[in-house]
């Protein structure tokens, strides 16, 4: 079912939570670089809003969110992952055995930001493996088509590698939010994740509440006061707000999917990243991976861009904008500032990293 903007009157800013961000984290160096107006952006979106497709963007603009099956190999997508249990070993912690839940503690394991399972620093998000998913034919292919240009940049997002029921771990709780600030009005932002494992309903993967892209500009007019917006895209949902969305006819899906598929979703639709349940014994492998046109960017933020690439640092999922690098500077055992298999320099990989202009 899908949401519609409700005309009746709306209570005026009850929310008064603190809004805790991304930029507030330690570690984590966050650049502002100038957005682009919503006027351009909007006049790129038109096309896919105003018009019917027949695909998969008929799924995104109607519910927030989509799956494109097949969208690389399933051969591919269990290499890929394959190459991420490699990565997680090769830390000298040989005690890890992917086998075996036994070894699945901290001690075995590189540090991982925020507990949210993603790995950001040591050079991860640029290993010639995760280039190789984001540079699939088919994947490029999504986002080519969602902005009707082939001149994308990519972000530089994190592995994201689950390990079931660890038992030094609890699971965490749903933290639902937006990953677009409400001073941006409009589709500025698609996010995506590449599928390299199953994702069944108790395995860990996404949670979207279908439906709320649509009413983001009214929850952000109507539920939160003015000066708790953020530049920053992002913010925490309390569950007292996604009743607000859920009364409007919102519904909570958990997005399955398998090896191959991609998942995207509008960054104006809620979301959260479930933990596998007890009964789950896939250890999740994706990739987040967003795109957006390099006209998108600014000068600056292409600048930025090059910088952090060639420190071999990560980003959030925003490829054009708060640009954020991650500390690779964690020392001890873990300690590693480039990717052990570096991608090759093509062009392509050049111009999607912001490094080389198109
Ligand atoms: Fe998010």
């Known amino acids: ?29 966050v650049k502002k670089t100038a957005s682009v107006p919503n006027e351009v952006i909007e006049a790129r979106s038109k096309t896919l809003f105003l018009n019917t497709h027949g695909d998969w963007r008929d799924d995104l603009v ?73 540079m699939e034919p088919g994947v490029l292919e999504i986002f080519e088509k969602l902005w009707g240009t082939d ?42 994740i590449l599928s390299f494992s199953e994702q069944g309903p108790n395995d860990g993967g996404l949670v979207v509440y279908r439906g709320t892209h649509k009413l983001f500009n009214e929850f952000f007019a109507t539920q939160v006061r003015r000066e708790d917006w ?64 390099a006209e998108f960017a600014t000068d600056e933020a292409l600048d930025r861009k090059k910088e952090i690439f060639e420190k071999w640092l990560g980003t959030t999922h925003w490829p054009h904008t708060d640009l954020v690098a991650t500390s690779n500077h964690i020392p001890g055992q873990f300690d590693r ?3 052990l298999t570096k991608p090759e320099l093509s062009d392509k990989l050049l111009k999607l990293t912001g490094a080389k202009r198109y």
């Open 62 to 134: 109607r519910d927030g969110y989509a799956v494109i099956k097949g969208a690389f190999s399933k051969e591919h997508a269990k290499k890929y992952q394959q190459e991420a249990f490699k990565w997680l070993k090769s830390f000298n912690n040989e005690k890890l055995d992917l086998e075996n839940p036994e070894t699945w503690t901290r001690e075995n394991l590189p540090p991982v930001r925020a507990d949210i399972n993603v790995y950001s620093s040591y050079g991860v998000n640029h290993e010639k493996f995760l280039w190789d998913a984001r």
């Open 151 to 192: 001149q994308l940049l990519a972000s530089f997002d994190g592995l994201n590698i689950t390990l079931p029921n660890r038992k030094d771990q609890s699971r965490k709780s749903p933290w639902p939010h937006f990953d677009q600030s409400p001073f941006k009005g409009g589709l500025h932002c698609v996010q995506g």
């Open 337 to 339: 500032t480039e990717p």
């Open 1 to 29: 079912m899908s949401a519609t903007i409700t005309e009746q009157p709306v209570k005026i800013q009850v929310s008064t939570k603190s809004v805790s961000t991304f930029k507030d984290t330690p570690g984590v160096d």
């Open 230 to 293: 953020d530049e920053f895209n992002y913010y925490e949902v309390s569950q007292e707000q996604l009743k607000w969305f859920m009364d409007r006819g919102c519904e909570e899906v958990k997005v399955n999917c398998e090896p191959g598929d991609v998942v995207i979703w509008d960054s104006r639709t809620c979301h959260w990243g479930m933990e596998p349940t007890e009964k789950s014994n896939v250890i999740r492998t994706v990739l987040y991976s967003c795109f957006t046109p």
